[in-house]
């Protein structure tokens, strides 16, 4: 079960045991998750502080994704649906 992180200070302290970080981007929010041996540590922010922590991390892989949304998600299949209802009507 992943840890959340409430602050800056919590990310860089732990930064030291982390194995990787992941960095996945929506259009709210960015998330960063430390992977340490012992857990998975999330921390939320917004896009301008996650880019200056990023540039913080050293000796550490930085792996990028991107959020996916429902819709792409299910390759769009229940907006196909939706549409056949419509026209059945």
């Known amino acids: 079960m992943p840890r959340l992180i409430t602050s800056a200070e919590q990310f860089e302290e732990l930064k030291s045991k982390a194995l990787e970080c992941r ?3 929506s259009d709210k929010a960015v998330k960063l998750k430390l992977r340490t041996p012992a857990f998975l540590y999330t921390y ?3 896009a301008d ?3 200056q922590l990023i540039k913080n991390l050293k000796d ?8 996916v949304k429902k819709e792409e998600k299910d390759g769009g299949k229940n907006k196909d649906k939706d549409k056949k209802e419509d026209e059945s009507e």
């Open 23 to 25: 960095v996945v981007r």
């Open 44 to 46: 939320i922010t917004n």
């Open 49 to 51: 502080e996650a880019e």
């Open 60 to 67: 550490i892989e930085v792996v990028e994704f991107n959020a």
